[in-house]
């Protein structure tokens, strides 16, 4: 994105990463859920939230409906505006991340690019979640009624049935959640979080 301001110098801060990590006892960083409308995204990281935030870790969830209600209020669905409501969401995630949080998103970005400059923002602290659900099992799903209006013509650049998908070629953790529950969903991501964020106990 072309930068409009001039006459702008970065800041450095006065508290490092490290610090901040050893504050909280875990890394910062992105787990970036992506996948087609009904995959789970939501409802896998709200509860990973809950959880996380149980055992003492510091995580916080950016949702994309939520954001398109402040944030991204001004954006709607064509290309263009799906690029940049991602760029904006990878770089709020990326001031949550340098703050020491573990962000969770939750939205079908469906564009490698658009992942890919979110992976840039994070600057090494960005993991792609792949919830690998396949288009029949999502549309059988349908929680929100929106593949059926889509069908019916009433969505226009609608993700998987009027608008691509592009799906991730190397993420750090693929989940299928059309053939595991959400409890061994939420598994292997506790399991994927320990792994790679926490710290160990001095």
């Known amino acids: 994105m072309a930068h409009k301001s001039t006459n702008i110098t970065p800041v450095a801060h006065g508290v490092s990463d490290q610090a901040r990590w050893r ?3 875990h890394r910062g960083g992105v787990l970036w859920l992506t996948g087609l409308p009904g995959s789970g995204k939501s409802t896998l990281a709200f509860e990973l939230e809950r959880r996380l935030f149980t055992a003492g870790y510091r995580a916080y969830v950016l949702d994309g409906d939520n954001l ?3 944030l991204n209020a001004d954006l709607g669905f064509s290309p263009a505006d799906r690029s940049e409501n991602i760029r ?3 770089e709020v995630a990326a001031l949550f991340t340098g703050a020491g949080m573990v962000v969770i998103t939750a939205f ?3 564009y490698r690019s658009d992942r890919a400059a979110a992976r840039r923002a994070a600057k090494g602290n960005f993991h792609e979640i792949f919830l690998s ?13 929106l593949y059926k ?6 969505i226009i650049e609608f993700t998987g049935v009027t608008a ?14 059309g053939a595991i529950t959400v409890e061994q969903s939420l598994r292997l991501l506790i399991d994927h979080v320990d792994k790679n964020f926490k710290l160990p106990a001095d």
């Open 108 to 110: 079908i970005s469906p």
């Open 68 to 70: 398109r209600h402040g």
């Open 149 to 154: 209006k889509a069908r019916q013509g009433k």
């Open 23 to 25: 504050r909280h006892g």
């Open 164 to 177: 691509p998908y592009e799906a991730p070629e190397s993420p750090e953790l693929t989940i299928d959640t």
């Open 88 to 90: 904006r969401v990878g």
């Open 133 to 145: 659900a396949g288009l029949a099992v999502c549309e059988k799903r349908d929680p929100k009624g």
